[in-house]
């Protein structure tokens, strides 16, 4: 404490980092509840799927992909630096490279049965897999992704989220026209996300400094009631939508959907512990569809790798034991070995489908759930919250990365080793 | 007597809740025995921590799963 008094810098610095961390308790989510939270953004949207960005020619372009595509040519750029000018004392990018090949190479040997060279065959596919996976890992948490993207616009949303219910009411009632199948579709979705809430946009950004008040439900955008869904539900059944009273009500929510905009009537007041009102009226509501999102938290991304890990452990079973050998490991013949034998020959085969499985989710799982942790504290803790986190997921980010690598490394190892007491004999000289 | 809205954050915390108690008993188990282990032969550092990151995960990937289950509950 003497020390820190004496000297003005340190003092200085202790200062500032204490007033940072006032600002941002006062500006996130914890200061909104004392009617401050001047920092905080709306309560973010978490989606589970990955957002489509654009189609190209029919094909979806989504975020994660555009995500992925930059952790390969992230890769590639690396790799070509460090292969440039190969030298035999290497420095910069060439030993980063030659260290981690190092590591793996001796890991794959030592895991593989411990003699030099043993665990060749693993080394490619291991060592690919665990780069790939951390540089997607890590791309995900830097400054950008998720956050910048553009806005989906109620119009969209609603045509969106219409279309796999419209196919619903069309299976079950294909006696509809188009136009009452719409109708229909557009009821139900109105109904089931009444409260669906949307952020009102200051312009093209996210509007920072209301909290969660910049949160709009669906209702204060498109002005509905019950009975006017009812109205609307019976006279589409009846095909009787071209004129009276259906049709007014159809023609007024068409147009709140187009607008998108919130109503004159929404003024969010925040109850008696705050004076504090937001008038939201007129500003555009819709959805933040950001242009990059971290390619591991998309379930097709993992699901893919896991596939391409089981598939060539397959490869190289079969490739070690011969088609008979490999084989006979899941398929047992009940009469000479036994039922239990058969029973558990089968297991084992139920057992690479798990693998494949679990190997999807808990990549998947721990990265969204890096990033929604990573939102949540962005939203309680603006400034400062996020920061021990993000060392948190860069070390989340490449153990997650070990972990596939090395349990696609012991599985190949599982595979490749004959099966039975009589060959492991043989193996173990 | 539940509405669906009011009982899917109830399910949710009930997957993730329940889901987390068994993982959170193994991790404890694993790390307690890596540390004895480290205690009676502290030059197996490397393997031992090595094994027991690996062990964790699996243990850790229990729990990401009920995770999983709560997050598909909530948004979807």
Do not use: C
């Amino acid at each position: 404490m003497g020390k820190l008094l004496s000297s003005p810098k340190l003092l200085v610095i202790a200062i500032a980092a204490i007033a940072v961390l006032l600002v941002s308790v006062a500006g996130g989510a914890l200061g909104a509840s004392f009617g401050l939270g001047f920092l905080g953004g709306p309560i973010p949207f978490i989606s589970l799927p990955a957002e489509q960005v654009a189609s190209i020619g029919g094909y979806p372009l989504l975020n994660t992909t555009i995500m992925f595509w930059v952790g390969g040519l992230a890769l590639l750029f690396v790799a070509w630096r460090a292969g440039r000018k190969p030298k035999d004392v290497p420095s910069g990018w060439q030993n980063l490279m030659e260290m981690i090949y190092e590591f793996f190479s001796n890991t794959v040997d030592g895991v593989a049965g411990g003699t030099p060279k043993a665990g060749r065959r693993f080394l490619l596919l291991v060592s690919t897999i665990f780069l790939v996976v951390m540089i997607i890992n890590w791309a995900g948490i830097l400054p950008g992704v998720g956050s910048i993207g553009k806005i989906e616009s109620i119009e969209q949303w609603v045509h969106h989220h219409a279309e796999a219910i419209e196919e619903e009411v069309h299976a079950d009632h294909p006696e509809y026209s188009d136009e009452q199948v719409e109708v229909l579709a557009l009821v139900h979705l109105l109904e089931e996300h009444e409260f669906e809430s949307f952020i009102a946009f200051d312009g093209m950004i996210v509007p920072l400094g209301r909290g969660e008040q910049a949160r709009v439900p669906l209702n204060k955008i498109v002005t509905f009631s019950h009975h006017d869904l009812e109205v609307l539900e019976e006279a589409a059944k009846a095909d009787a939508l071209a004129s009276g009273e259906a049709h007014d009500i159809l023609e007024s929510i068409h147009d709140d959907i187009e607008a998108g905009v919130v109503k004159s009537s929404f003024i969010y007041d925040e109850g008696e512990s705050s004076e504090k009102t937001y008038d939201f009226t007129g500003k555009t509501a819709g959805l933040l569809i950001p242009y990059l999102r971290g390619a591991s938290t998309d379930i097709n991304t993992t699901l893919a790798i896991a596939i391409v890990a089981m598939f060539t452990v397959q490869v190289w079973g079969f490739k070690a034991l011969g088609f008979r050998g490999y084989s006979g490991k899941f398929l047992v013949n009940p009469i000479t070995k036994g039922p239990i034998a058969t029973f558990v020959g089968l297991l084992e085969a139920f057992g690479e489908i798990t693998r494949t499985i679990s190997f999807t989710f808990r990549l998947f799982g721990n990265m969204f759930a890096g990033e929604i942790l990573l939102i949540a504290m962005a939203f309680l803790l603006p400034l400062i919250g996020i920061i021990p986190f993000m060392g948190l997921e860069l070390f989340v980010g490449v153990i997650q990365a070990y972990i596939f690598a090395m349990l696609t490394l012991v599985f190949g190892v599982m595979a490749v080793a004959s099966h039975g007491d009589h060959d492991s004999h043989a193996e173990d000289h | 007597m539940f509405d669906a809205a009011a009982a899917k954050p109830l399910a949710a915390a009930l997957a993730i809740g329940l889901g987390a108690l068994g993982p959170g008993l193994g991790i404890g188990l694993l790390a307690g025995k890596a540390m004895e282990a480290l205690g009676r032969n502290p030059e197996a550092v490397g393997p031992v921590q090595q094994n027991m990151i690996l062990a964790l995960a699996f243990a850790e990937a229990i729990a990401i799963y009920a995770l999983v289950i709560a997050i598909i509950i909530l948004f979807v």
